[in-house]
């Protein structure tokens, strides 16, 4: 097997069951574990894998730029905004982080409907400006381009002396093992604090980002009340994650 086929064959394994070990691929495809060791420090460095002890991780390769990610899965991610209206009651108290699924849930909210939104995103307070019955509360601090949302240590102390009924948070990479994770340190504090701000935390997850993992933790799945996925995900790819108690809800 040469080695552009066999690395290959070994993104295809990681991808398909969220990730394998050094040993595990070594018998699978007849080949030396130094081999297989080989090929996993060349496929981290080109960005294909994320490289662990023993063994490899399925890296989400998708777009980072807001702008590049808003038009990205659009029908599934309008699909997944219904299904996340359903956990919104009037009086609501939500945190609604700045992800572009987030900002579909925030244009499937009816005019009639009455809650505060606390919201790092001025994506998404512009959205709700025109929604006589909801009230946002900005979240100010340093302006991050790239997500189109702020953050900073202003921020993380303001969320401190807040306490929301529900957060839906962003994640750029979901993954049975390593949990919530994104590309970016400074992003991933302001998430976490999020997390400990609500009682509530629902996801809304497009498929691309499941079973995937990126640089940096946000939290383990322990923090997951409710995790929307679309419908046509396969049942077996889900089985890792009915240990932890969190409803998982299709769209």
Same mark, same amino acid.
């Given at each position: 097997m040469l080695k552009e086929?066999?690395?290959?064959?070994i993104l295809e394994i990681i991808q398909t069951e969220g990730k394998a070990t050094a040993t595990a691929l070594s018998k699978r495809l007849n080949v030396s574990e130094d081999t297989i060791r080989r090929d996993l420090r060349e496929m981290d460095d080109n960005g294909w894998i994320?490289?662990?002890?023993?063994?490899?991780?399925?890296n989400n390769s998708g777009p980072l730029l807001f702008s590049d990610r808003h038009e990205e899965f659009l029908e599934e991610k309008m699909q997944l905004a219904k299904?996340?209206?359903?956990? =919104?009651?009037?009086?609501? &108290?939500?945190? %609604?982080?700045? @992800?572009?699924?987030? /900002?579909?849930l925030v244009k499937a909210m009816p005019?009639?409907?009455?809650?505060?939104? =606390?919201?790092?995103?001025? &994506?998404?307070? %512009?959205?709700? @400006?025109?929604?006589? /019955?909801i009230k946002v509360i900005m979240l100010g601090g340093e302006f991050f381009k790239e997500s189109l949302v702020n953050i900073g240590i202003p921020l993380i102390r303001a969320l401190k002396n807040?306490?929301?009924?529900?957060?839906?948070?962003?994640?750029h990479s979901?993954?049975?093992?390593?949990?919530?994770?994104?590309?970016?340190?400074?992003?991933?504090?302001v998430k976490q604090?999020?997390?400990?701000?609500?009682?509530?935390?629902?996801?809304?997850?497009?498929?691309?980002?499941?079973n995937t993992v990126s640089n940096y933790s946000i939290g383990d799945l322990s923090h997951v009340d409710y995790l929307i996925i679309d419908r046509d995900i396969a049942s077996q790819s889900l089985k890792p994650y009915q240990k932890y108690d969190m409803e998982i809800i299709r769209a």
């Open positions: 086929e066999r690395q290959n064959k994320n490289r662990v002890h023993g063994g490899a991780l399925p299904q996340g209206m359903k956990l =919104i009651k009037d009086g609501h &108290v939500l945190i %609604i982080d700045g @992800s572009t699924t987030n /900002l579909q005019h009639n409907l009455r809650v505060t939104v =606390i919201t790092n995103s001025p &994506v998404i307070s %512009i959205e709700l @400006s025109d929604h006589p /019955l807040m306490k929301a009924d529900l957060c839906f948070l962003g994640v979901f993954h049975s093992d390593f949990g919530m994770s994104v590309p970016h340190f400074e992003e991933s504090l604090q999020m997390l400990e701000s609500a009682n509530r935390t629902a996801i809304l997850l497009t498929k691309s980002k499941l």
